[in-house]
């Protein structure tokens, strides 16, 4: 069954155009790998992408950039490509863009328990970023909490509710602001989702510090 | 902020998807290079317009040239336009720079042609009349859809940001940028409905 509540076309856009925050673009692969349909969207932005490189305004490149280039191609084929995230994380139940980061079988997490709610932290060193993936007992309720910055939250397993909806496996949640909410777990089953907080660091109308990586190179 | 040009000479998807098949089965360092002077220069201003200074821009672009000609064989002109996998390389090589070392790498089709949903071309040649549709719709787009489309993928802005700076209406940046995503999409699913 797909979600019913989905990634939006401004934070898809971003995922899309590799603009979002590591902590988002996580969010964003955890929903896509549940949500066939948004993978399709997912793909038409990169086709949108790649005619907005076909028009990008050309930069002469050095003179000596296509020797460099061909250089780098005779060593390339003496050279075993990359290891790539395709094994990562294969043959567990996890998600693969989250088994990147905690291994591929849930029964193997170390949660740290914090009353009805279990968690691991993700990213700390993501600053102005709260990244965590939460387990939550059935029936349980989240402690109310409100928070200035965005909360983003995908369900992995379960479902829980709150006063703006009911969000199983692989739906999205955002709360922006101050809306005081209360998720509560269904009774059946045990809620695993991913959350991603930005605040209290978060800047005004931003997607927060995205990254760019580049000024830390 | 200028308008983009569209490149003196430009190859059709066609030929892009032929020059990655050369590379692929022949590993023709001729059709190699041709496909390294159409999108070089275009890279470097994708990179150059996304921030990066001239060295880091050039240093990306060698790499993203590097990884087509490593990758050439795992390019599926039935699945994807050139330019859509291009970008995707390039997409992603922003992200791997952020996780280096950290995290494996990502690969250049993931989840770039992993089976999707919805509709989608079924054919090599429905992809290329799919990108050049979606070429000459960008180009046709209005000025003030045009520039919030550029804006949405070389910026790091969301729609409130972009409000507050163009002085408009959040509404308008968004109801603007929802009618041009449509029309983009129209133009690559040309006769799939997707109204609504």
């Known amino acids: 069954m797909n979600p019913v509540h989905h990634l939006s076309d401004e934070l898809l856009t971003a995922f899309a155009a590799g603009l979002l925050a590591e902590p988002l673009v996580l969010l964003a692969e955890t929903h896509l790998a549940l949500c066939g349909p948004c993978r399709a969207r997912e793909r038409d932005l990169r086709a949108i ?57 849930f029964d193997q997490l170390k949660w740290r328990s914090r009353g009805p709610v279990s968690e691991i932290r993700l990213m700390p060193e993501q600053e102005g970023w709260v990244t965590r993936l939460l387990k939550i007992r059935p029936g349980a309720t989240m402690p109310d909490h409100t928070h200035e910055g965005l909360e983003a939250t995908v369900v992995i397993r379960g479902a829980f509710s709150d006063c703006t909806g009911r969000y199983g496996p692989g739906d999205v949640a955002l709360v922006h602001g101050d809306l005081d909410h209360s ?20 800047l005004t109308g931003s997607f927060g510090r995205f990254l760019n990586p580049f000024v830390r190179l | 902020m200028s308008a983009d040009h569209s490149a003196s000479e430009t190859l059709s998807p066609h030929r892009l998807a032929d020059l990655v098949e050369r590379v692929a089965t022949e590993r023709d360092r001729g059709a190699f290079l041709e496909l390294f002077d159409h999108y070089a220069p275009k890279l470097k201003g994708f990179y150059r317009r996304r921030g990066l200074g001239e ?15 490593q990758r050439a064989a795992q390019y599926d002109r039935a699945q994807a336009g050139v330019s859509t996998w291009v970008f995707t390389i390039a997409r992603n090589r922003q992200i791997d720079i952020l996780r280096r070392e950290r995290r494996p ?59 507050e700076r163009m002085d408009l209406p959040l509404g308008t940046v968004k109801s603007r940028l929802r009618l041009a995503l449509q029309k983009l999409r129209s133009a690559l699913h040309e006769d799939a409905d997707l109204d609504g």
């Open chain 2, 105 to 163: 790498e990502l690969d250049a089709d993931e989840p770039a042609l992993a089976p999707s949903e919805g509709p989608q071309p079924d054919s090599a040649f429905e992809n290329e009349q799919s990108a050049a549709r979606v070429r000459a719709a960008l180009a046709e787009l209005p000025e003030e859809q045009a520039e919030l489309i550029r804006i949405s993928f070389y910026e790091e802005a969301s729609h409130s940001a972009i409000a």
């Open chain 1, 183 to 202: 998720p509560v777990a269904e009774e059946d089953e045990v809620c695993i989702c991913l959350a991603v907080t930005d605040a209290p660091l978060r």
């Open chain 2, 55 to 69: 060295a880091q821009a050039e240093d990306l672009v060698q790499d993203v040239m590097v990884s087509l000609w």
């Open chain 1, 49 to 105: 992408g790649g005619a907005v490189l076909e028009r990008a305004a050309a930069e002469s490149v050095g003179t000596d950039l296509r020797g460099r280039v061909l250089a780098a191609l005779d060593a390339a084929d003496g050279a075993p490509a990359r290891p790539c995230a395709r094994e990562a994380g294969a043959g567990g139940d996890v998600p693969r863009p989250l088994a990147r980061y905690v291994g591929a079988r």
